[in-house]
């Protein structure tokens, strides 16, 4: 009893930051067609979930699809039957895509990035073809949160993923409705809700650098457990009297 208490404590939780990013930010407007990136890890299952609720709700009116992008160069095995029984579940079509892509074409990025920018590629051109304004992604807060530090450590950029992001380019919005959402409660909500694992054999995972991050990020969250809420704010406190004129 104890148990279920506090896991409906960790679903309020995780549903009200939810809910607060995609307010703050204006992340959906009446009429929006969504289309959802499912990876298949928790991350994507759980923004699945909350899209498909708040979808039911009067205002605003909106529709929401989602997609696996299958990677057929790269060994990861998702199951894609539990992936369309989930969203059918929650009354969310289902569409499946393959790509792939050949590392040597531009030695001068990393295949993590080559992947990475042909899933994207891909999911831009079914969200065309399924009628789609906008693009769904499951990054959290502390997805961000890493990116600001990846930036700063290694482009020498204050930069990170914004909650929205407007590709006039390609006339397609980028949102992240999970801004404001904490991985641990996502974790938390992948065993409430009994998630399946995908297997992931990815030969390039090592050449990342975001786990550092993560423990760098736990690490700052030690010295002061402020820290995150004190680097989200930093990034719309910019005090440019304070830093070195660019030259």
């Given at each position: 009893?104890?148990?279920?208490?506090?896991?409906?404590?960790?679903?309020?939780?995780?549903?009200?930051?939810?809910?607060?990013?995609?307010?703050?930010?204006?992340?959906?407007?009446?009429?929006?067609?969504?289309?959802?990136?499912?990876s298949?890890?928790?991350?994507?299952?759980?923004?699945?979930?909350?899209?498909?609720?708040?979808?039911?709700?009067?205002k605003?009116?909106?529709?929401?699809?989602?997609?696996?992008?299958?990677?057929?160069?790269?060994?990861?095995?998702?199951?894609?039957?539990?992936?369309?029984?989930?969203?059918?579940?929650?009354?969310?079509?289902?569409?499946?895509?393959e790509?792939?892509?050949?590392?040597?074409?531009?030695?001068?990025?990393?295949?993590?990035?080559?992947?990475?920018?042909?899933?994207?590629?891909?999911?831009?051109m079914?969200?065309?073809?399924?009628?789609?304004?906008k693009?769904?992604?499951?990054?959290?807060?502390?997805?961000?949160?890493?990116?600001?530090?990846?930036?700063?450590?290694?482009?020498?950029?204050?930069?990170?993923?914004?909650?929205?992001?407007?590709?006039?380019?390609?006339?397609?919005?980028i949102?992240?409705p999970?801004?404001?959402?904490?991985?641990?409660?996502?974790?938390?909500?992948?065993?409430?809700?009994?998630?399946?694992?995908?297997?992931?054999?990815?030969?390039?995972?090592?050449?990342?650098?975001?786990?550092?991050?993560?423990?760098?990020?736990?690490?700052?969250?030690?010295?002061?457990?402020?820290?995150?809420?004190?680097?989200w704010?930093?990034?719309?406190?910019?005090?440019?009297?304070?830093?070195?004129?660019?030259?």
């Open positions: 009893m104890a148990q279920f208490k506090e896991d409906e404590k960790i679903m309020r939780r995780l549903e009200q930051r939810f809910n607060k990013g995609v307010v703050k930010y204006r992340l959906i407007e009446d009429g929006d067609k969504i289309l959802i990136g499912l298949g890890g928790k991350d994507s299952l759980a923004l699945l979930e909350l899209l498909a609720r708040r979808s039911r709700i009067l605003p009116k909106f529709t929401v699809i989602a997609v696996h992008v299958g990677m057929t160069n790269i060994p990861y095995q998702s199951d894609l039957e539990y992936l369309k029984s989930y969203s059918e579940s929650l009354e969310v079509p289902f569409v499946h895509y790509t792939s892509f050949d590392p040597s074409t531009d030695t001068r990025k990393s295949p993590c990035f080559l992947c990475s920018w042909n899933r994207r590629k891909a999911l831009f079914v969200a065309k073809e399924q009628g789609c304004n693009i769904a992604l499951g990054h959290h807060m502390d997805d961000i949160l890493e990116t600001l530090l990846m930036n700063i450590t290694f482009q020498g950029a204050f930069s990170a993923m914004p909650p929205k992001l407007v590709m006039h380019k390609f006339d397609m919005t949102i992240r999970m801004c404001l959402v904490h991985e641990a409660d996502l974790i938390e909500m992948a065993r409430i809700r009994g998630f399946h694992k995908q297997i992931k054999n990815c030969p390039y995972e090592s050449q990342s650098n975001r786990s550092d991050m993560k423990n760098i990020l736990h690490s700052l969250e030690n010295l002061n457990p402020e820290a995150r809420y004190s680097l704010g930093s990034m719309t406190n910019i005090q440019e009297e304070l830093l070195p004129d660019a030259e």
